[in-house]
T-cell receptor, first 113, second 116 residues
Framework: RKEVEQDPGPFNVPEGATVAFNCTYS??????FFWYRQDCRKEPKLLMS???SGNEDGRFTAQLNRASQYISLLIRDSKLSDSATYLC??????????????FGAGTRLFVKA | DTEVTQTPKHLVMGMTNKKSLKCEQH?????MYWYKQKAKKPPELMFV???????INESVPSRFSPECPNSSLLNLHLHALQPEDSALYLC???????????????FGPGTRLTVL
């Protein structure tokens, strides 16, 4: 089992659609969780950190379920500019000093007019 | 200013060359990272420095040698690389492990390395 698994994608959606990405992780001692987006031939950019209480930033909502070891990202009212690869990222547990960072394989999103 | 800079942007080198990649941040971050990213794959962690000390080495071959001269700078020295080492090399920095901090990482634009 991979340490961080994401929906394989790609997702092709029309503008204005709501799209949900899912991610699971295997290390129950993991400490921090993030969603990054990466555009073609660019560096990953932090989209948001993910907290157990859930957090929202405009059209983006992230959720963490520690019991199920599951992370999600919801994008509402998709824009053309949301087209990118979305990466689920997990920081390791205290046994690795909390620095061991594992990326999911990424889910490619295409938003079409 | 959430900026991490990397030089050079592109590098072509032969298998017998020695070169270095450089990374700099001025955010006062105490942790710095090197990643390798192949096309259509996610970044893979190579090294982590925390407070200028090597904290993680993900079993990286010795032809890659990291160095952290001070808290703002991170180098990756390259020697006797193989063509399969061609990739995008990304540097990142984070605040470090402090109470209540999620330790978010900020990435530089990367160095695109080609080994001939």
């Amino acid at each position: 089992r991979k340490e961080v698994e994401q929906d394989p994608g790609p997702f092709n959606v029309p503008e204005g659609a709501t799209v949900a990405f899912n991610c699971t992780y295997s290390n129950s001692a993991s400490q921090s969780f993030f969603w990054y987006r990466q555009d073609c031939r660019k560096e990953p950019k932090l989209l948001m950190s993910v907290y157990s209480s859930g957090n929202e930033d405009g059209r983006f909502t992230a959720q963490l379920n520690r019991a199920s070891q599951y992370i999600s990202l919801l994008i509402r009212d998709s824009k053309l500019s949301d087209s990118a690869t979305y990466l689920c990222v997990v920081n390791g547990g205290i046994d690795t000093g909390g620095f061991k960072t594992i990326f999911g394989a990424g889910t490619r999103l295409f938003v079409k007019a | 200013d959430t900026e991490v800079t990397q030089t050079p942007k592109h590098l072509v080198m032969g298998m017998t060359n020695k070169k270095s990649l450089k990374c700099e941040q001025h955010m006062g971050h105490r942790a710095m990272y090197w990643y390798k990213q192949k096309a259509k794959k996610p970044p893979e962690l190579m090294f982590v420095y925390s407070y200028e000390k090597l904290s993680i080495n993900e079993s990286v071959p010795s032809r890659f040698s990291p160095e952290c001269p001070n808290s703002s700078l991170l180098n990756l020295h390259l020697h006797a690389l193989q063509p399969e080492d061609s990739a995008l090399y990304l540097c990142a920095s984070s605040q470090g492990l402090t109470s209540g901090s999620p330790n978010e990482q900020f990435f530089g634009p990367g160095t695109r390395l080609t080994v001939l």
